[in-house]
């Protein structure tokens, strides 16, 4: 009787335990949009060659986070909790939304970063829909 009353507990506790909590946000093109109308700070974390590729959204700063491997770079993290504050709403943008989610995952949980805005689907989606970019 005892085991059969606790089984949906200990399956909830079990359950609950799962579910990651996510601390940043996610923003798609027309979010991304309004938020640059009002003058939040985009940074494209691709590399080089992937900007003078595509170009880059108006206004970006350019700081590359992961090298060709996917390893941070050495002096991303330095640069980059130099120039943001924890506070500052900050938007991080690169080629599908990957290495952005990631980034803003680690800024986010590890580093206490509280406004972290991820453009879902990175620049390819933002050229895909039209919108334009400034060539490198």
């Not at 130099?82 to 986010?108: F, V």
């Amino acid at each position: 009787m005892l085991k059969k009353l606790l089984l949906p507990f200990i399956v909830l506790l079990t359950l609950s335990g799962c579910s990651e909590e996510i601390l940043y946000y996610n923003v798609d093109n027309q979010q991304l949009k309004t938020m640059l109308d009002e003058g939040v700070t985009i940074i494209d974390i691709r590399r080089p060659e992937e900007w003078k590729q595509t170009g880059v959204v108006k206004g970006s700063q350019k700081l590359t986070s992961f090298d060709k491997g996917g390893r941070l770079m050495p002096g991303f993290l330095p640069a980059f909790t130099k120039n943001i504050n924890k506070d500052q709403p900050i938007i991080l943008i690169c080629r599908t939304g990957n290495r952005t989610r990631a980034l803003s995952n680690h800024l986010s949980k590890e580093l206490g970063y509280t406004n972290v805005y991820n453009v879902k689907y990175g620049i390819t989606s933002w050229i895909r829909e039209g919108n334009p970019v400034t060539r490198i």
